[in-house]
């Protein structure tokens, strides 16, 4: 089994696949923006100020390791929305084993979201590359394309759809 998991400003969306097939489905309405939330509390920031904190940038009074914990206190809000999708399906059959997860959204970028996710499940966890198997032309920034590549897998993958997929 793999598990599909796009985690979004207000949204997680799970698909675990089984042999290519979607097995499980699950949506809550947990997400990012729990993050900015305990960034603008804690430091008194506003909405954009703490998006930007969020992303790793530097702020005049806020350095991102100064930020780091509060990161990985609203992560644990989200990790265990993750936890529960995940227990639940496991719950239903005991080989229901879940060899890894590909992780996709605005969370993949967040710096040791995708670490601690891996360590609070026990699963093994990589960032989704929507452009592997897609020729970009030279012309484009690959590097910033490369770099909010995670953010962009739904719509990658409603691109690529062809008529009768499901």
């Known amino acids: 089994h793999v598990a599909l998991i796009n985690v979004g400003a207000s949204t997680i969306n799970m698909n675990i696949l089984k042999g290519g097939v979607s097995a499980f489905t699950r949506d809550s309405s947990v997400g990012s ?62 080989s229901a084993n879940i060899k890894e997860i590909i992780l996709s959204g605005g969370c993949a970028l967040i710096r040791g979201f995708p670490e601690l996710l891996s360590e ?32 962009l897998s739904v719509a990658v993958g409603l691109a690529i759809r062809r008529p009768g997929d499901r």
């Open 120 to 151: 609070r499940t026990g699963i093994e966890v990589r960032k989704a590359e929507p452009f592997r198997n897609i020729r970009i032309p030279k012309k484009f920034d690959l590097l910033g394309l490369e770099e909010i590549a995670p953010m």
């Open 33 to 94: 923006n729990l993050h900015t939330e305990a960034l603008q509390r804690e430091f008194n920031l506003s909405y954009e100020d703490a998006e930007r904190l969020k992303k790793g940038e530097a702020l005049e009074k806020v350095t991102p390791d100064e930020a780091q914990p509060v990161i990985i206190n609203a992560s644990e809000e989200i990790i265990s929305e993750i936890k529960r999708s995940i227990d639940f399906f496991r719950g239903g059959s005991p």
